[in-house]
């Protein structure tokens, strides 16, 4: 079956992996896969994850290396850590290949930035400032992806920002595992975004998609950045699966009036639902509304109606 975007093939190949079904996850990859030439390097790693799985060690390394070959390259993060690939460890053509994926890495970060990409209203500010809506992009994900699909967030006069972290696991793949780096990062974007624009204190909102959506939750519970509410879209991550983790900062939280949403989609595998729906619930017992608004149908991926997701989402932040 076709698929409409990378993030829909990735919740079929999320599926057929939860399932132990690595051969048609391969074939899938490869039939599927040459369809989102942005997302290569992302296709190849899957790719060389499922062929180790099925006993295919030689095409492993061929694919791994073909990431060079392309100019690419995988951090430390994914070479050493990476479940499938424990099995190549030792073998000396993956450690030959590691190591020029280092060099490649080593070079990369010391040139790494912290960005983000900014989408203005149209029209003067209004009196009070600018709405902010600051998003977050998922694990090896960048910032782009975050603005096509918030942007309509503007014609409602809200100011969009989209951070792109500084971690990098290879070109064009950004991560937030470090939560320090990215609470860090993001109080910066937000103290240099309030020196260039005029914005409202009263509606700052941070929002994430997968693991941002774990990071901004902890931004927002922090007091990080001074938002009043957040929003969630398929949050993951380990403190996601452990709702009972975020109970220390929720008093604080609940005193600052924070609202939240989380939007949760029906055909969503990778996000942990059962764990979700429980963060919601206690989340609400503890003072702080939250609600969960389920999107039918959708997998792990952006809302296929941003325009009515917004709106629902503001109508209860902003009661």
């Known amino acids: 079956m076709p698929y409409e975007t990378f993030n829909d093939l990735n919740t079929a190949v999320m599926r057929l992996y939860g399932e132990q079904k690595y051969g048609e996850v391969l074939d899938l990859l490869v039939d599927a896969g040459a369809a989102f030439p942005d997302a290569a390097q992302q296709i190849l790693y899957l790719r060389a994850c499922m062929a180790v799985r099925v006993g295919q060690v030689d095409e492993a390394l061929r694919l791994i290396e073909e990431v060079l070959d392309r100019g690419g390259w995988y951090g430390e993060h994914l070479i050493w850590q990476t479940p499938s690939w424990v099995a190549l460890q030792g073998h000396p053509a993956f450690e030959a ?45 960048r910032a782009a992806p975050d603005v096509a699909a918030w942007e309509p967030i503007t014609a409602q006069g809200w100011l969009l920002a989209a951070i792109q972290s500084s ?15 990215a609470l860090t990062e993001i109080a910066d974007h937000y103290a240099a975004l309030a020196a260039a624009y005029p914005l409202n204190p009263a509606r700052v909102v941070i929002a994430g998609f997968s693991r941002g959506g774990e990071i901004a939750l902890r ?31 929720l008093p604080g939280a609940a005193a600052r009036g924070l609202r939240g949403v ?58």
Do not use: K
Request: net charge negative; with cysteine.
């Open 97 to 141: 290949l590691a190591t020029r994926h280092r060099e490649r890495e080593t070079a990369a970060l010391a040139t790494a930035q912290p960005e983000r990409v900014v989408r203005v209203p149209p029209g003067d500010p209004p009196p009070g400032g600018y709405p902010l809506f600051l998003s977050l992009h998922g694990n090896t994900q």
């Open 167 to 181: 971690q990098m696991v290879g070109p064009n793949m950004y991560i937030w595992d470090d939560h320090a780096t």
């Open 219 to 249: 931004a927002a519970l922090s007091g990080t950045l001074p938002a009043t509410g957040f929003v969630l879209l398929g949050p993951g991550g380990p403190l996601m699966d452990t709702p009972d983790a975020w109970l220390p900062l």
């Open 262 to 319: 989380v939007l949760l989609g029906t055909a969503d595998g990778a996000a942990p639902q059962a764990a979700i729906r429980a963060l919601v619930e206690s989340l609400t017992a503890h003072g702080l509304p939250c609600r969960l608004i389920d999107l039918p149908g959708l997998g792990h991926d952006y809302p296929r109606d941003p325009v009515a997701t917004l709106t629902a989402a503001l109508a209860f932040l902003f009661p």
